[in-house]
């Protein structure tokens, strides 16, 4: 099958936002707060054991002032990726493509 | 996989710095000879990169109620070895940690240990030792791509476990404890993060092939084997 690894990896993540809804449905029925970051959580951890961070990034740069800030920058580094392997990828593709024709 | 910033008493954030500076080091050597020597390489370099950029920072929701993300090393970590890997990290978590308070200056050497260089160091051996084996190659990526996202989280919560020892019964109930939290979250994404290196690697053997036989990511027979199975 030409599409073989294609169609597994959709039908692998049509299975992971299955699971997502059925996860959300039961988090939003009992009342807790979900979807927090594990790396909040592992520090929240490590706070309940009584530990005081001693430094933080607002001493040296800062931390992002609210959520949107936040996803805004995270969005940045996507796109500077994305945009990377966009580029390269379609330049490839042409490439291939020319060389093809010239044939 | 993030340690957030001042999360990591002395001595430990120290001693992470000092295993993961040689490392860095010796990447940017193999990086600027791979510079001089090969420079038709370079774009796939740069996907590479771009994929270590884009999916870690791409938070997911998982089974446990909780978002985490993938790594994306699994392209570099292949092609290029674990060391060059190391400095495509150490990119990504400086831009993060100065501009997204996503770990910090000082855990940045904990965190540089677990996602840019034992998670590729792990999953570029196993791809090593599987194709010597004549796995077919799709599964080998996957299985390596998998271990470079799994390990990594498996390794922050050791870094944390080092560092935290739990007050009845030290190191392993507090290093099991972490695990739950990182690496039990972490098992569905890095199967789909498998997968989609998978299709990624398809797609580069398709447009690019002559770039995988300069790094010695497989031989010219396997090459055309993989070749084949595509196009059927």
């Known amino acids: 099958m030409k599409y073989l690894y294609e169609i597994i990896t959709v039908i692998a993540i049509i299975i992971f936002i299955g699971i997502f809804l059925y996860t959300d449905a039961m988090v939003q029925a009992s009342g807790v707060e979900g979807w927090g970051g594990t790396d909040g959580i592992g520090s929240e951890m490590v706070e309940e054991l009584g530990y005081e961070p001693w430094i933080d990034n607002s001493d040296y740069t800062f931390t992002p002032p609210s959520g949107e800030i936040e996803s805004c920058l995270f969005a940045l580094q996507a796109t500077i990726g994305g945009l990377l392997i966009g580029w390269i990828f379609g330049s490839w593709y042409t490439e291939r493509k020319i060389k093809k024709n010239t044939n | ?232």
């Open chain 2, 1 to 232: 996989m993030h340690i957030m910033e001042g999360f990591l008493p002395s001595p430990w954030w120290q001693i992470w710095w000092i295993l993961a500076l040689p490392c860095l080091i010796y990447g940017f050597y193999k990086l600027k000879k791979i510079m001089d020597e090969n420079r038709e390489v370079l774009p796939l370099l740069g996907v590479a990169g771009g994929f270590i950029f884009v999916l870690s920072a791409l938070k997911l929701p998982s089974v446990t109620g909780s978002c985490s993300h993938p790594t994306g090393t699994a392209l570099s970590a292949i092609t290029f070895g674990p060391w060059i890997t190391a400095v495509l990290g150490f990119i990504v978590l400086l831009f993060q940690s100065l501009f997204l308070a996503h770990g910090g200056l000082t855990t940045l050497g904990a965190n540089m240990f677990s996602m840019a260089i034992v998670g590729p160091f792990v999953g570029y051996y196993a791809y090593k030792g599987l194709d010597k084996l004549n796995v077919n190659f799709f599964a080998i990526v996957f299985i390596a791509a998998f271990l470079c996202d799994l390990v990594t989280y498996c390794v922050t919560a050791l870094e944390l476990a080092l560092a935290f020892p739990a007050t009845a019964g030290g190191f392993l109930p507090s290093f099991a404890a972490f695990l739950g939290v990182f690496a039990i979250t972490q098992i569905p994404l890095a199967i789909v993060e498998g997968l989609v290196f998978v299709v990624i690697f398809k797609y580069i053997i398709m447009l690019k092939p002559e770039l995988l036989l300069k790094m010695k990511v497989m031989t010219e027979e396997k090459m055309e084997k993989v070749k084949g199975g595509i196009e059927e």
